[in-house]
């Protein structure tokens, strides 16, 4: 599907959240990452749609879906039911996509700096919420290198109350500084989701990097819990040590 706008896109993604369709895969590319990914030229956002099942035809869910799209100006790329994921802006975002965890073996020697975040947000708040998020990253980018970045998103997680948009940031920067310069990015960029009510801790965003963060959102009750829980089933802390709680 073709969208005039990734705010377009992102209604209807909402539209279709909320009719209780459940796809079994709903992504939206913002124009300029599907120009990265090759999906599209940069004029359209783009949404991945599927539906599957084992036990039910689905055309009648896929029918219903693609009306939500349509309300919001959405435009299908015809394809076969059957190869559709292979096809089109579709099969070369999927291409694109699986090939990006290489990127970083000839991007770092270029100096490239480039990074994903992840965060969750209400459906009310996101548009605001994602104008703040790439403008303070745009910023920090600025800040860093001394040279404009780019900051592109997508979603891959959807639910009824709201989004999971994911950020992507590709900068310039100096060999000999890339850590330094890429650590000042990613901090800039997730204090401005906790400071703009975002949480640092869907999917992805758990981790060592994103601890000090985790650390504000997390509730102490949980860590309590936690604590007990490893003491009984991991007592030579091996597991995973240090990265939701000290040991």
Known sequence: MRFPTFFAAAHAVRAVAQAGLYPSNCRILDPQEAYNTGAADGSVAIMVLAFESGDHPVEPWMARA??????HGGTKEEAD???AHL???????RNAFIRMPYAREFLTPA????????TSITWERFESFHDGI????????LDATGIKGEV????????????APYFSFHALGRHGALLEQWQAIKDAASDALIAAGGTITHHHAVGRDHR????RQRPELFAAA???AKREFDPHAMLNPGVLIDP
């Open 66 to 71: 693609l009306e939500c799209c349509a309300d």
């Open 111 to 118: 100096g490239l700096i480039n990074d994903t975040f992840e």
């Open 134 to 141: 790439k403008a303070a990253t745009e910023q920090a980018i």
């Open 226 to 228: 936690l604590r007990a």
């Open 81 to 83: 039911a059957s190869s």
């Open 152 to 163: 592109t998103c997508r979603f891959t997680h959807v639910y009824p109350d709201g989004p």
């Open 212 to 215: 000090k963060w985790y650390d």
């Open 87 to 93: 096809e089109g802006a579709a099969g070369l975002w």
